[in-house]
């Protein structure tokens, strides 16, 4: 393959790690009991046994502590699962430089194009060479990612028979809140099977959803958020060239609404949506349009007819009309796979109130409602147009009240949609370590024979990964009963924007000004320059009111 010379460069850094994760330092395992939810607990007898799963932390301990090399190698598997985040290859490069470390003749194996690798034992090993060529660099393009779950009984089944194969200590799913849910569902498989390979996750998202007290952030969503703050601030400075245009930008973020907001107080846009705040209150299609409109308005007695406004691609499930639509459009077609005409079949079996909002979205919009849902059931919300839905009934509404002499100005939209660009960029910083981190840990939690556990490290404000805290959380104990597919399932709770969090309080605050007088700023572009320094997101470290 051939790499630029930034890339070259950016291959030859060696992160840093906590010293709990150095091969040399001696550790003691500190283990603290978060309890799970009775609905969860029929679901992994064998892994919660008599006593659960505690949390575990890894602690240097000079005087009583072990160190993690063995007298025999160890064999990893690896699998890169759904989107892409960037960091996913230096989990790859903490995992194979740690099983080096803890024997020179251990093995790690990645399974290829995502979940559907392991149930099809398809792989590759990886060695020196391989693994050289993607450290620091983004994508999933290493071993490729796919969004296949392992879910039938004979895909647990084969997925089985290859691990017990290749004779694997363990087995790490680099995924999102759906892919470690099937993990930990493997971990109980394999455990209830006597297999000795162990489960264990790792979090990824650029979403930023998976996070809660034990897992302070999903990896890629800092670098995600950072590119597209970086084209934001881009497109900012050109509308303040030209002062012509109204820019609606859809930013990708399944279902919470932390990259928009992330994206918002990193660049100081005239207007972005929450969809957790339309959630709460309530608010209709019909409310946020007018409030879209309100602040249209008001900027052109400004003398203002341009702005940025920013929308969260996941916000089209959160209008409390949308949500029955989308959740019985969910149900009716379930585990279907062979309806002719989607469209004809919904409208006919849709309630009145479904019905009639169905036909009065626009037509591209509502067909977009009906795509594949992907294999864990999730609405494919990256290819519905909010932007353009947006659009479109601010420009009615606009309509409507310049005829009642309401309003003079001029409107004229441009679409964007910031998704897919974010997921592969070259990791930040902060990714670039976080990940190196999280590699390291999952391997030395399979060589302590932990299963069905989350690879996590903590205290993430320090910018000094040295002083970083890993440890491992036990997956059903972030687990909760949600309905999918017209069923009942285990899933690892989103975390959605907190409406008494500081990111919200901090929007809140400022959101007044900042739609009327261009407080715009333009981050620029991710500094990689010196990849020592970190610079953790808001979601991480909460913004700093008096910086804004
Ligand atoms: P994960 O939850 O698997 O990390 O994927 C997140 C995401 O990037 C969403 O933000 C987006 O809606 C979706 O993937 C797009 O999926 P696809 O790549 O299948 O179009």
């Not at 575990?56 to 699962?81: F, M």
């Amino acid at each position: 393959r051939p790499f630029s010379d930034f890339q070259k460069h950016r291959q030859e850094f060696t992160p840093v790690y906590p010293d709990s994760l150095d091969i040399n330092s001696k550790i003691n395992i500190r283990k603290e009991d978060f309890g799970v939810k009775e609905e969860i607990k029929p679901l992994f007898k064998t892994l919660l046994g008599e006593t659960g799963m505690p949390y575990v932390e890894l602690q240097v301990d000079d005087s009583s502590g072990k160190i993690l090399k063995t007298a025999e190698p160890i064999r990893i598997g690896c699998v890169l699962s759904g989107g892409q985040a960037p960091g996913g290859h230096n989990v790859i490069s903490g995992l194979y430089d740690m099983v080096k470390d803890i024997h020179p003749d251990s093995k790690l194996f990645g399974f290829l194009k995502g979940p559907h690798g392991i149930f099809t034992g398809n792989f590759v090993e990886i060695e020196d060479d391989f693994m050289n060529e993607y450290r620091n660099m983004g994508g999933f393009d290493m071993i490729r990612s796919g969004r296949d779950k392992i879910e039938s009984p004979e895909q647990f089944e084969n997925s089985l028979k290859y691990c017990n194969d290749l004779e694997l200590n363990g087995l790490v799913v680099i995924g999102g809140d759906d892919s470690n849910t099937n993990a930990c569902l493997l971990a109980e498989y394999f455990n209830s099977h006597e297999s000795k390979c162990k489960v264990v996750g790792a979090p990824k998202t650029i979403d930023g959803d998976l996070k809660n007290e034990y897992c302070e952030v999903s990896f890629g969503f800092d670098t995600a958020t950072k590119t597209y703050s970086e084209q934001i601030g881009n497109i900012i400075v050109d509308n303040r060239s030209t002062k012509k245009y109204y820019h609606f930008i859809r930013l990708m973020g399944r279902s919470a609404s932390h990259i928009a907001l992330e994206c918002y107080l990193q660049t100081r846009a005239d207007l972005v949506l929450i969809g957790e705040e339309i959630f709460e209150k309530n608010r209709t299609l019909k409310e946020v349009t007018n409030e879209i409109v309100d602040v249209i308005v008001k900027r052109n007695e400004l003398g203002k007819n341009y702005g940025v406004f920013l929308i969260p691609e996941g916000i089209i499930e959160f209008f409390p009309e949308m949500k029955p639509l989308i959740s019985q459009i969910n149900d009716l077609f379930g585990e279907k796979t062979d309806i002719e005409d989607p469209r004809a079949y919904v409208l006919e079996h849709l309630t009145a109130d479904n019905k009639a909002l169905f036909e009065f979205l626009p037509k591209e919009i509502a067909d977009q409602l009906l795509l594949d849902r992907d294999p864990h059931g999730n609405v494919q919300v990256a290819k519905i147009e909010t932007e353009i839905l947006m659009i479109l009934l601010c420009q009615k509404e606009l309509e409507e009240r310049e005829a009642k002499g309401e309003y003079s100005g001029k409107f004229h939209p441009q679409s964007h949609y910031f998704g897919y660009e974010g997921r592969c960029a070259i990791p930040s910083n902060f990714d670039t370590q976080y990940c190196y981190a999280i590699g390291r840990t999952a391997a030395s939690l399979i060589s302590l024979g932990y299963s069905g556990y989350m690879a996590i490290n903590k205290n993430l404000q320090d910018s000094n990964p040295k002083n970083w805290i890993s440890a491992g959380c036990p997956l059903p104990t972030m687990m909760g009963m949600e309905r999918r597919k017209g069923k009942d399932k285990p899933v690892i709770t989103k975390y959605i924007v907190e409406l008494d969090g500081p990111m919200y309080k901090t929007y809140l605050q400022f959101k007044d000004r900042w739609s009327l007088y261009d407080c715009n700023v333009s981050p620029g572009p991710i500094q990689l320059h010196d990849p020592s320094s970190i610079d953790v997101p808001f979601l991480v470290r909460s913004p700093d009111l008096e910086l804004l």
